[in-house]
């Protein structure tokens, strides 16, 4: 069965259940925008202070919220799918409220962020910035993980340094009311947007929820009180009547949405034939500024070596841990596996990928939609193993092995299955160059999407002196707004002084992954990438792997020590994660 191109379009699953009242809502945007000067004329020091507030409310209701959040997935706040849960739905947007803490302060002493560096000059005639780790906390407890932010070719440190903060140099010219539609999978995706907004591009902010997680907006209001004290903020319910509504508005600005490339699409063109009809004479509907991040077929490219059996073991849990997250409810999740036909330890490897997965408890399939994805993908491919209970509301982890790499218009390779599913495909070739150059070129023109991808490659071959400058020029070559190096591309989303959105240069009419960045935390004026890296076996093992029964604890301790860093906090931390 041929599928279009493109994800499928996540339905909310809800009728908007706030009434749509036009009238309150244009009163809502008045009020931001009455603001957008005053805004703009809130100093760096003081921004920096408002942040610190942010950081201390939001740690005030962390469980609460975290409880919440867990009671909506049917996650054990208490144990190791709670600790997961709250990592990625209030640690992170912690750290980012952190790192543009500390670019605020940057900016109040010397005029823009001071990023730690160093900087390297790559192929295209492009540098890449060092931003992790960004200080010395960050050394010890990321060990041996680096994160870089590539730039547009052409672009030198001096043209980094001379255009960094640019809201921050003309304020005024950046006042204005942002609409940021918010997507309804991770709790932290809608507020750490709204800091991208007020803190990267100068702007006041109206949040509207995705009714998915609507449930979260006043746990949203307590931690931005600050802001929506002094008119800068404002939150709304509703669903995509009001979306709509917000969009129209001449006093908002420019817009940013979190969903998926059929969201956008009825967004800036509409719904129907007639927004066909538009999108194909690129006649939109909505002309001011949106951008966006939006889904993807993300691939981990695995390239052949000889394993040890702990280095099996050890990214079968890492690949294992992408997909169980959020139970696949992610647009960073891998859904496409690409493997080397050739490789000896193909079937070994997803055998125990599978033994992982059996291991880990099926999780609820929350998403509205979910079970009509996974439906669309089993039509096609009715020999998907599956793993686990799926009794009741939970869904079987599901991986579809084999997929003919030749069949491009396959339905794994072209649409994002935003359920528990991946699919594996293998790729002929003559040697592990071979290989890495064919995947490269499969990803960039096969696989739908340019949002995060990750590559898996042993010590040892990324040292071979054929191998290992081939994989290099790979990392350069790969058309994605974030790449992992044996380290999960998510954790670029999780660091914030990378860069997190689509691979620059998608038209409007082939939006695809999105446009635009957020994260962001150096303020760079024209990133291209983020290239984070990790060890291929780190020991202990992360705190954020789905086999990981102390998750709860560790990530408890790390947000306490994100909140407030301090060498006495390091102690207990390090041990708890030693016991991991």
Known sequence: MSQSRGATAPTSGAQDHVTLDRVALEQIVAEVEANALRWAAVSAQERAALLARIVHDTYAIAEEWNSAACAAKGLDANGPEGGEELFSG???????????RQSMLDIASSGRPQYPGPVHHKSGQRIAIQVMPANTFDKILYGGITGEVWMEPGVSEADVRATQAGAYTSPESHAGVSLVLGAGNVASLGPRDVLTKLFAEGRVVVLKANPVNDYLVPYWRQAFAVLIDAG???????????GAFLTTLPAVHDIHVTGSDKTHDAIVFGVGPDGERRKAAN??????????????????????????????????????????????FNCLSPRVLITHRGWAQREEFLNELEAVFASIPTRKAYYPGALSRRDSFLAVHPDAHQIGSGDGERMPWTIIRDVDPDATDDICLNV???????????????????????AVDFCNDVVWG??????????????????????????ADLRYGSIGVNLWHAMSFAFSTTVWGAYPGHLVTDIQSGSGFVGNAFLFARPQKSVVRGPFVASPAPAWFSTNQNAGVVMRKLLAFEVKPSWAKLPALLAAALKS
Not at 90 to 96: E, K, N, S
Not at 297 to 326: C, D, F, R
């Open 416 to 438: 994002e299955a935003f359920c528990a599913l991946t699919s594996e495909t293998a790729l002929e070739a003559t040697s592990t160059a071979d290989f890495v150059r064919k």
């Open 232 to 242: 800068f903020l404002r939150i709304v319910s509703g669903g995509a009547q009001v």
């Open 450 to 475: 340019t949002l995060s991808m990750t590559l898996l490659a042993d010590p040892r071959t990324m040292k071979d002196a054929t191998v290992g400058p081939v994989i290099e020029q790979a990392i």
């Open 283 to 328: 006649d939109p509907l909505i002309t001011k500024p949106v951008t966006c991040e939006l889904g993807n077929v993300s691939p981990v490219v695995i390239v052949p070596g000889n394993w040890t059996k702990k280095e099996l073991i050890y990214q079968a849990k890492h690949v294992a841990t992408m997909l169980a997250n959020n139970a696949g």
């Open 90 to 100: 209030i640690g992170t947007f912690v750290r980012m409220a952190q790192a543009f």
